[in-house]
């Protein structure tokens, strides 16, 4: 069984490199929206925060350490939320590019994706005639023809790095049941150190499905595989995001929203902000008698090392 806990921590990922300008005006893109987001979602009762960033220009993704630092710094001095910075960063960047703004910020918290895997934007093409930039759609029809790549090699590199060089932990991204047993591989190798946070992912083209039946059996496994060496959290994407996180929850899981995993509120109702989803997950939850857990409780379940010892 996962780690006994008494709090759900809540994560918001804020911006994400799936979504595009085009397909939500609410979308964080620039260094301040970003902050402004953040902070705004900590405030509704996020302890993560996981960020990407964007270049303010156009929003399309970018790995460029220096526009991170445009608002690393003032989500730290504004709020006590652990960021969580991500290292799968967008299509086409190599896992140099993708660690260039966490080396510098040495973050608590970084993204791990456990595998490398199709990832199929592709379908989301029939939903807008017309793109306000012309990289969105390049964007999304090139995901029929891209693999995004976490080798095992690039998986001990960021250990190395980021886990031994930096003291940052991880948030486990696993997409199926076999990233599950990469996550195993790296514990019996001594690579990895319990406690791990492991988020289990589902509704994405590429990995596995957004069914209840799955959310069982991807905890089952993680059970078996763990016992109580691991914290569980739940994402799903798109319109399965608040049914799914709020089934895992009541298993025991912690959750994560945001418009990184999904634009909308409601059925056909846009998000207007990151708050909106944190702080409809958490009323959920709370109406369910599931407490939430804070900031400094989050960083003592996951033994994280404290936003004292960030450099950014």
Known sequence: ????????????????????????????????????ESIAAAEAGAA?????????????????????????????????????????GGAGMSPEERLA?????????????????????????????????EWERQHIEGSKDFIFRNTYRDMEYIL?????G??????????DVGHLYNMASLLDRGLVKPPVFLQTIFGILGSIGADPQNVVFMKDTADRLFGDQYY?????GGRHQMALCTMAAVMGSNVRVGLED???????QLAESNADQVAKIRRILEELSLEIASPTEAREMLALKGGDQVDS
């Open 1 to 36: 069984m996962a780690k006994s806990q008494q709090k759900v921590i809540i994560t918001c990922a804020v911006t994400g490199s799936i979504h595009t300008p085009t397909m939500s005006p609410h979308l964080p893109i620039t260094p301040d929206d970003i902050a402004r």
């Open 160 to 164: 190395k790095e980021l886990g031994e």
């Open 166 to 175: 930096c003291g940052t932990r991880f948030e486990f991204e696993c997409y």
């Open 101 to 133: 703004a966490p080396l510098k910020a040495k973050p608590e918290m970084c993204s791990f994706n456990m595998g490398s895997m199709n990832f199929g934007l592709f379908p989301m093409l029939n939903r807008y005639k017309e793109f306000k930039y």
């Open 232 to 236: 569980w959290s739940t994402l799903a």
């Open 262 to 268: 999904s634009l909308y509120i409601g059925k056909g």
């Open 48 to 88: 993560i925060i996981h960020l990407h960033a964007r270049d303010p220009k156009d929003g399309r993704p970018t790995p460029d350490p220096a526009v991170f630092m445009e608002f690393l710094p003032r989500i730290k001095q504004n709020c006590d939320a652990v960021v969580n910075i991500t290292t799968g």
